[in-house]
């Protein structure tokens, strides 16, 4: 799946058949995200994985040895907050489905979650430390809130 236009482009890869119906929302929320957060320039691929390799991936470059949801690898190191969002993300599909159910959640609900938190990783916004985790928190709270998607953190 791929969402082009103007400086936005969106390439997603081993789109999981569970996602096919909801192609509309997600380029919504890709669209919508790039002029709330005053996005210049948004070049953005997506992949979805294995536990295996994620748990890999995320081995490799954190030293974590387990599988995670979710990775984003932001173009180059990000400083501060910026007015551009590139890079990769990596979502494991499994995760996401367990977590969905464990969380009582709407799959496609939790994955939009997922993806907003990782396009704000690839914009600069972290949550290494409380105070940056609070503003992050609020961003896609705030976000999440135009989309229709109720705070994903209660």
Known sequence: ????????????FNLPTKFNN?????TQAIELFT????????NVELSFCSLE????????FRK???PTNVLSFPSEELGQIDKN???????CNDLLLEESLAQNKNHIDHFLHLLIHSLLHLKGYGHDNENDAILMEEKEIEFLS??????PYK
């Open 22 to 26: 909801h192609k509309k929302a997600i």
């Open 53 to 60: 390799d994620i748990q890999k991936i995320n081995y490799k």
């Open 1 to 12: 799946m791929i969402i082009s236009k103007n400086n936005l482009k969106f390439e997603i």
């Open 64 to 66: 974590i040895n387990k």
């Open 146 to 151: 135009q989309i229709g998607i109720s705070n």
């Open 85 to 91: 969002c590139e890079g990769e993300i990596l979502i």
């Open 35 to 42: 002029a709330f957060f005053d996005i210049d320039k948004l």
